[in-house]
């Protein structure tokens, strides 16, 4: 049976094929493929570009969630309250709306604390983690990864 960091080294592999189709689908260059060459009186071809249309669309997801797991980690911090209102670690990397981030959280379903991808948003009065509305953001322990 393979083991989970075998399984993440043949998504690193697959990566690589996924960015080369991108660039040959010019999705890259328009973020679509409308650079491809296609005939649109041709009713097959349309049933083609609009499947390849799909897959690109989801092919762009897995290729930027493989890169982000890939990412060296560069900072593990808890999080603190600025004087703007918005929570910080230890080096200055702030969060505010919108913010990806990835935090150390607990809940019901897991035995254990665990590391999840989630974003910042704000209620009107503090700022709170999608999906966790009840885990206090103060002393929050967060994970940065280097820029993509």
């Given at each position: 049976?393979?083991?989970?960091?075998?399984?993440?080294s043949e998504a690193v592999k697959l990566n690589r094929s996924i960015s080369q189709?991108?660039?040959f689908s010019t999705y890259t260059?328009?973020?679509d493929l409308s650079g491809l060459d296609i005939?649109?009186?041709d009713?097959?071809?349309?049933l083609l570009w609009e499947e390849l249309r799909r897959i690109t669309d989801k092919l762009v997801d897995v290729e930027e969630y493989i890169s982000y797991l890939n990412r060296p980690i560069t900072e593990v911090s808890r999080l603190r309250k600025g004087t703007a209102g918005k929570y910080r670690t230890a080096k200055g990397r702030y969060y505010d709306?919108?913010?990806s981030i990835e935090a150390l959280v607990t809940d019901e379903y897991h035995d254990v604390p665990y590391w999840t991808r989630t974003t910042v948003e704000h209620n009107g009065?503090?700022?709170?983690?999608?999906g966790y509305k009840g885990l206090p953001m103060e002393g929050l322990r967060v994970r940065v990864r280097s820029a993509a």
């Open positions: 049976m393979a083991d989970l960091q075998a399984a993440l189709f991108l660039k260059d328009y973020d005939d649109f009186t009713g097959e071809q349309l709306c919108c913010s009065e503090d700022y709170y983690l999608v």
